[in-house]
């Protein structure tokens, strides 16, 4: 029996592009949170080591994270009409309801009430994605890394950018070159022991 259930797949490139429109539109504060509950748990798109994986390389590519994850989940499905479906998702309805805001907003945007608002949105984002990292740590159990490494290398990440302060790219150029090496080295490790490349 395989540990889990076959995974489900985007039916058409219409039902990708209403996915991720439904995803954006519920991601006000910490998208992190909606996109791992929709695609994991719900949609049953990926696996939750899957996520973790894909959200890795999304987050070290340039440009938003959850923009990128829809770009290879798109492309991944349907090529390159996948990926511009997934992206016109993530960023058409998204985009309306940001200039429409703005124009409201503008003109009460210097008031207490609206900077408090503001103010108390950005801990309930801490709050989200630090629960989805919280929960998604069991995913790094089947990691070759080893999870032991996986901690560690978070917590440098942590650290690197939390409370030194230094670059983001210089923490992903540091960290996430030890981390690659690392895991080709135990990738490695397990290929020679089972006799395959790796």
Known sequence: MPDH???????SKTDLFV???????????????VVQRELVEKK????????????????????????????MIGGRYFGLPGALAGLAGMLAAPLVVVLVLAIAFGGVSDAA?????????????????????????????????GMPVCVGLAAASFVGVGVMRWPLAFVLLGTGLLACSWAYWQLAKQAASSGAQP
Do not use: Y
């Open 113 to 145: 009430w609206a900077q408090g608002a503001l103010r108390g949105m950005g801990a309930v984002s801490a709050g989200l994605i630090a629960a989805v990292g919280l929960k998604l740590i069991g995913a790094l159990k089947s990691n070759p890394m």
């Open 44 to 71: 049953r798109w990926m696996t939750r080591e899957q996520f973790v994986e894909d959200w890795a390389v999304a987050q070290i590519m340039p440009g938003p994270n959850v923009v990128n994850l829809s770009l």
């Open 5 to 11: 259930p076959p995974l489900n797949h985007p039916r």
């Open 19 to 33: 996915s991720f429109t439904i995803l954006a539109l519920q991601g006000f504060g910490g998208v992190l949170a």
